[in-house]
């Protein structure tokens, strides 16, 4: 980790930030096939700040990003929101997974909205605002696009209103049009959300962030503002 660290992420608590103390992450943990995946990750993320997660493939910055999420609880440390583990504040940790179409388990773009409890026009609102103006609340997710569908979970995401927002590898396989729609839809979200962009896309990711923390086997090996 370099001396120097950013205002937004450092080694020090800092009221209503994430902090994560000494988090480590073992996949079958005790068992044969154990894989430790996270070691001794240390680090605070000040609220409202806009983090990109960077870091070659394997590194384990999707593994990191169940844990900010709170889908995953540390196998060791704590990593903690409010005095209160992430693991018990999901619904207040808005998360793209990687892969979106896993996320997206409703037949409709419309019933996926209102598993959320938006409907009607406050989903045409959260639509437009993610650029997607061609695509009905009756279409089936299934015969989206995987750019389209990775808007339509952004808009979904977004339209929750989260305090904490994580987004795994948002503009991986979009074209330059519809990653700058991304970028300007992350930079339009209010300015007290916290946004951690996990890629490994350094260029692409850069302007949804302020800082950068990068992962090398599973630790981190850099923190720095952009
Ligand atoms: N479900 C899993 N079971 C066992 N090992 C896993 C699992 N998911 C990821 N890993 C391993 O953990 C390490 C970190 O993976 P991951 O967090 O997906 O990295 P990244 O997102 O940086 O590519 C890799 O060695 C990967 O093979
Ligand atoms: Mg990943």
Same mark, same amino acid.
């Given at each position: 980790m370099t001396d120097a660290k950013p205002a937004?992420?450092?080694s020090m608590p800092t009221t209503g930030g994430i902090l994560l103390d000494n988090v480590g992450y073992v996949y079958d943990? @005790?068992?044969?096939?154990?894989?430790?995946?996270?070691?001794?990750?240390?680090?605070?993320?000040?609220?409202?700040s806009r983090i990109l997660i960077v870091g070659e493939n394997g590194s384990? @910055?999707?593994?990191?990003?169940?844990i900010l999420a709170g889908l995953y609880k540390p196998t060791i440390g704590q990593a903690i929101r409010a005095d209160k583990p992430l693991v018990e504040?999901?619904?207040?940790l808005g998360f793209l997974i990687q892969h979106t179409r896993l996320q997206l388990l409703s037949p409709t773009v419309g019933q996926e909205f209102s598993t959320f409890g938006i409907t009607g026009s406050d989903a045409q609102t959260a639509m437009r605002s993610m650029g997607i103006t061609n695509i009905h609340l009756s279409t089936r997710l299934e015969n989206l696009s995987v750019g389209q569908q990775r808007r339509v979970g952004l808009a979904v995401l977004f339209a929750r209103e989260c305090p904490v927002i994580i987004l795994d590898e948002?503009?991986?396989?979009?074209?330059?049009q519809?990653?700058?729609r991304i970028a300007e839809a992350v930079?339009?979200?209010p300015h007290q959300t916290t946004v951690v962009t996990?890629?490994?896309?350094?260029?692409?990711?850069?302007?949804l962030a302020t800082d950068a923390i990068e992962l090398t086997g599973g630790s981190v090996s850099k923190v720095w503002s952009l």
């Open positions: 937004a992420v450092s943990d @005790k068992t044969p096939w154990a894989h430790q995946a996270l070691e001794n990750i240390s680090f605070t993320i000040d609220p409202g384990g @910055k999707s593994t990191l990003a169940w504040q999901t619904p207040n948002p503009l991986a396989g979009l074209d330059r519809g990653q700058t930079n339009a979200l996990v890629t490994h896309d350094f260029e692409a990711s850069a302007p």
